[in-house]
Every structure is written in structure tokens, then in C-alpha cells.
């Protein structure tokens, strides 16, 4: 797990906020984290600090405030039936660089792509037309299945395809 988020977020000193439930979650670089097969979700961007101020204007490792630009854009499938993501997700890979497929532990695949931002809001539409949920589009720093983490009744977020080539540098 360790290898696979090091290409994702290849940065030595890059922070990456985790969590073990959306509200217990921690920024850090990944050297500083001890066993994240232990977490289910992470933020698909580097955060620029540690410590950001909510809109609330409270303290947080996780917020808009310290979250930088979209890293990968994270496809969250609800509807259709789960029998149909791979299809879904392979339709897209068409079109989009598809860099990893995950089981959310539960009963859908989670698909993370690599999208240039001057064609975010094609990428948005074509994926909210097949059934991802647009929640991950508007909020950059929304928590997504960690890659190999566990969810919290156990079940792991197996990773199924993963291409190396088109992780964002």
C-alpha cells in the first residue's frame, strides 16, 4: 500500500490528509503515517498546510482552505447497479485516463482518472451522465476510498487495475 500511494502522491514532502472515519483523519507526509491499512479514506490532492480554517472558521487537517488543486477526480458509482461500474468505468477510460479501479468494500468500484483541468467539466459531465455521484465533482477536498485501507466493518478496498503511466507526475 505504502508503493501505491508513493506513486500517486510521489512528493516526499507533500502532505496527504487520511482518515480512519470522516471525523477522525490526520494531514502528514506519507513517511509520517504508521499503518494506513487501518484507514478507508483519503483526499485524492496534496494539501498545501497542515492546518486550515473551515467555513465555519475552525481548525481543521481537512478542509477546502488546505487542500490544493484536484490531483485525481474520483468516480463514486451509486446507481446503476454495481454490475454495471466496469462497464461505466471502461467507457470512460475511452476517453479519460483511467490510473486505478478500487472496491469500496461495500457494493460499488471506485475509479480514480487523471484529468487535465482544461477538460474537468467534460470529464464531470460524461461520468454524472453514467452514474458517478457529482458530490466528488464539487467538493475537491471530499474523502474517497483509500487504495488497500479497510472500511470500518472490516472489508478491504481491494485494488483491481492500476496504470502507472497515466498517474499525474
Known sequence: ??????????????????????YEFYTARLDQFKDL?????????????????????KN??????????????????DEPSSDQHASIILHLKRTFDLVLVLSSGGKSLHAWFSVPEDIEDDFW???????????????????VRLPMGTRDNGANQQVFYIDRSKMKP
Open 1 to 22: 500500500q505504502q508503493m501505491l500511494l508513493e506513486w500517486l502522491f510521489p512528493d516526499p514532502q507533500g502532505l496527504v490528509c487520511v482518515g480512519k472515519s470522516p
Open 37 to 57: 491499512t487501518k484507514c478507508q479514506f483519503i483526499v485524492p490532492c496534496f494539501m498545501t498546510k497542515a492546518i486550515g480554517k473551515t467555513q465555519d472558521g
Open 60 to 77: 481543521s487537517m481537512h478542509c477546502l482552505d488546505n487542500c490544493g488543486p484536484r490531483r485525481y477526480h474520483v468516480c463514486d458509482f
Open 125 to 143: 459531465e460524461a461520468a454524472i451522465k453514467h452514474g458517478a455521484d457529482p458530490a466528488l465533482m464539487r467538493n475537491r477536498s471530499s474523502f
